[in-house]
């Protein structure tokens, strides 16, 4: 083992024979081994994403067409979007009732689809579908709030770095629930949607006493080991994308998915190894003598006295930030702060800047939620098997992390280093989703592989810039209130681009192919189109509608580019040395 020296503490060093249990007592009360957990859970969390793996099922034995169908992938976005329930119940109970009630909420709904679509109950009216896979997917909501908040507060240095890698897990779940379904169930779409009801449930009883908010500690080296984190999850990510090319080009016995998912499994539980190195060097340092840091108790109180001393000798400053507390927020609507501090619910949402973010992720998510939950349909359109069609949406889930990892990690580095507005960033990925949706509206053989990668990346990039640039803007006092009323753009764009165009024009489609034919709407269960033309028109509309989100956003980019010009992290800075 390579020695690793901390100050005075050498990781070689290891742990005697008595400390064993002690240390492992340690290390599954600890921040570490939570942190683990919380990957876990969000490698089950993205159920959502692998709708256009089993769509094609519940379309088929409901006798849905594909405008009802599409009234239940909204539904879908819409629960998995809603996430002030979840925000609500977090604030009076603790984690663990969070994480329990998220997976009975995910067993409950995904599970009455399951018994809808094999027959084990009567045929549900489309509504009560509806509820079912809103309740399925709204689960998510509480997986994120009980793990991904949880982390936020365990390890505050880190968590840009941390965030990333928790939404790329989720961004990753569709292709892992993907192979596991493979091996465990072979290609049987029904027991997909039962796979998904049962293992992430599983997953959050598992670890719902472990993950807890704990005491903050200051770690050596945390970047790096978040770095190491990340490292881990690139490699599965690369694994995952290789064996689904694979798959497609070889067909795999039982025991070839068998091996395949066994090799998944162990690299995503391989950051265990990591939270286990970081474990055993806090036991070394905890035996080391502690020096108490006399320093900080010396210069905390300047600041306090500083301040005393301001506010005695300026008693109007005071009797004006008094008369600022007691106006109502209703009143100060149109006084808003500078760009980066703090603004209040109403000032935010009332802003240009939130109305033109609010418009671009109208265009840009709603379109890329409707081409995810149509890609099986798509799929199906040009001819191509039920294998391949899973091997779309797998590839739309590992690029959704790879894009979710490089808006986060890529726009941070050109933010810091060449002051590149992070706005700028989301045009670029909305005018890269263009591309995709054109490759879908014009397929040339292969094209779809290259389409689905393109809108998995640009969908997966979309969420993490949102949630940074209304942080950035709005500063953090009501961020979680913010973001998911930004967040509600996407289900609002789904609801409009999928229910209300896509899937109306493809049912379009399908009619005229049965007119040629002699046939009627009642002559057919299941209303299918086949051929290039079923999804042109829908997808040319699409591209049409994201470039003009594109260009919304530029609006953005030439509104805060003094902003991002500025040092936007000098405050933040500023507060962290005066502690």
Request: net charge positive; aromatic share 12%; proline share 4%.
């Amino acid at each position: 083992m390579v020695e690793e020296a901390v100050g005075s503490i050498s990781i070689r060093r290891g742990i005697k024979g008595n400390e064993l249990l002690p240390f492992t007592v340690q290390f599954l009360r600890g921040r570490w081994f939570a942190l683990f957990a919380s990957f876990l859970i969000m490698a089950g969390a993205g159920a959502t994403y692998l709708f256009g793996t089993y769509s094609k099922v519940i379309k088929a034995t409901l006798g849905y067409d594909q405008t009802t169908l599409n009234l239940l992938g909204f539904s879908k976005d819409l629960g998995a979007n809603v996430g002030v329930l979840s925000g609500l119940v977090a604030e009076v109970t603790p984690t663990w009732f969070v994480l329990l009630l998220g997976a009975a909420l995910n067993f409950g709904g995904y599970f009455m689809i399951w018994l809808a679509v094999t027959g084990k109950i009567p045929k549900p009216k489309v509504w009560q579908m509806c509820l079912y896979i809103g309740i399925g997917a709204n689960s998510q909501n509480f997986a994120n709030t009980g793990a991904l908040v949880t982390s936020v507060k365990n390890f505050p240095e880190s968590r840009g770095s941390m965030l990333g890698l928790l939404k790329g897990y989720t961004g990753l779940s569709g292709a892992v629930m993907t192979q596991i379904y493979l091996a465990v169930y072979g290609n049987d779409s029904k027991s997909l949607i039962l796979l998904i009801g049962w293992l992430p449930a599983a997953i959050s009883v598992i670890f719902v006493y472990t993950i807890r908010t704990m005491k903050s500690v200051r770690h050596p080296n945390e970047i790096r080991v978040f770095h190491h984190f990340l490292f881990t999850s690139i490699v599965l990510a690369v694994f995952l994308m290789a064996i689904t090319l694979t798959e497609k080009l070889v067909t795999f016995s039982n025991a070839e998915y068998a091996g395949a998912t066994t090799v998944v499994c162990f690299l995503v539980f391989a950051p265990i190894f990591i939270s286990i190195r970081e474990e055993l060097l806090v036991w070394n340092i905890k035996k080391q003598p502690i020096n108490p840091p006399t320093e900080i108790t010396v210069e905390k109180p300047k600041p306090e006295v500083v301040e005393l001393k301001k506010d005695a000798s300026d008693p109007g400053s005071s009797k004006q930030d008094d008369e600022k507390a007691e106006k109502s927020c209703f009143l100060t609507i149109f006084d808003r702060p500078e760009r980066g501090e703090d603004y209040t619910i109403l000032q935010a949402l009332t802003s240009i800047d939130m109305l033109v973010l609010f418009l671009a992720t109208f265009c840009g998510l709603g379109s890329s939620l409707t081409a995810v939950d149509n890609l099986g349909q798509i799929g199906e359109s040009l001819g191509y098997p039920n294998k391949t069609v899973t091997s779309f949406v797998s590839l739309v889930s590992i690029w959704n992390y790879f894009g979710r990892v490089f808006s986060g990690f890529v726009s941070e580095s050109l933010i810091v280093k060449y002051k590149f507005p992070r706005p700028l960033m989301m045009t670029m990925v909305l005018l890269l989703a263009c591309i995709g949706y054109l490759l879908v509206a014009f397929p040339v053989p292969g094209s779809l592989y290259v389409a689905s990668i393109i809108i998995g990346f640009s969908f997966g990039a979309q969420l993490p810039l949102l949630f940074a640039i209304i942080s950035e803007l709005f500063g953090l006092k009501y961020y979680s209130t913010l973001f998911n009323c930004g967040q509600l753009a996407s289900p609002l764009g789904s609801y409009i681009f999928n229910v209300k165009l896509t899937g109306m024009l493809y049912d379009r489609e399908a009619l005229k192919d049965l007119a040629k034919k002699g046939l009627t709407r009642s002559s057919v269960k299941e209303l299918t189109c086949i051929g290039t033309h079923c999804y042109r028109l829908p997808f040319i509309v699409l591209a049409s509608v994201t470039f003009f989100g594109a260009l919304s956003s530029l609006i953005l980019v030439v509104r805060t580019r003094k902003f991002y010009k500025s040092d936007i992290y000098k405050k933040f800075r500023e507060n962290a040395e005066s502690l």
